[in-house]
């Protein structure tokens, strides 16, 4: 298999990719390194868009903390920390996609439904946002593989249109206006 189970815990949330298995043959450093840039937009833009890793709709936030964000939309984006902190490591033809520290055990919460969480009942708020799928993974490798670069994009702009990603980049604080 090309694609690793997530790897969770509340200091580190994996995910390996083996790259040259997937594009049967040896990885460049820049393919490498554009696959870990889509799949990063990829899974940002997926769980912004209010959906699981498993294209299923996130539950409902409850009606406090939708009245203390402002918004019902949910979208595991409140300041915008924790899914700007998903990284990438190239380790030659396998990358890994991750997310470290602080930003890590929000996620643990998130992806386990806050197994543990003194207040929260374990499992009701489960948002399973992290990773990519065997057919995902594929896909942006098509999109990053010789002379369409382009692919992996287009595929995303689908999912979201751009007027969208410029609401959600102003919402984060990555533009003004």
Known sequence: MSVSKVSK???????????????????TPIERDRFIQEAIDFMVSRTQSGEDKNG?????YTKEYAQFK????????????MLLSIQ???NGGEVEIKIEGEEAAKAYGHITGFKGHPTIPSGKYKRDFFGLSEQEAEFIAEG??????????????QEIDQQNISE??????LISG
Not at 56 to 60: G, I, L, N, P, R
Not at 144 to 150: A, M, Y
């Open 9 to 27: 815990s509340q200091t580190k949330i994996s995910q390996s990719i083996d790259l040259d298995d997937i594009l049967g043959r040896e990885a």
């Open 88 to 90: 990438g490591d190239d």
């Open 168 to 173: 959600i980049l102003r919402n984060i604080g």
């Open 70 to 81: 402002g918004s019902s939309d949910v979208d595991l984006t409140l300041f915008g920390d």
């Open 56 to 60: 299923k709709a996130f539950k409902s």
């Open 144 to 157: 990053i593989r010789g002379e369409d670069p382009v692919q992996a994009r287009e595929f995303l702009s």
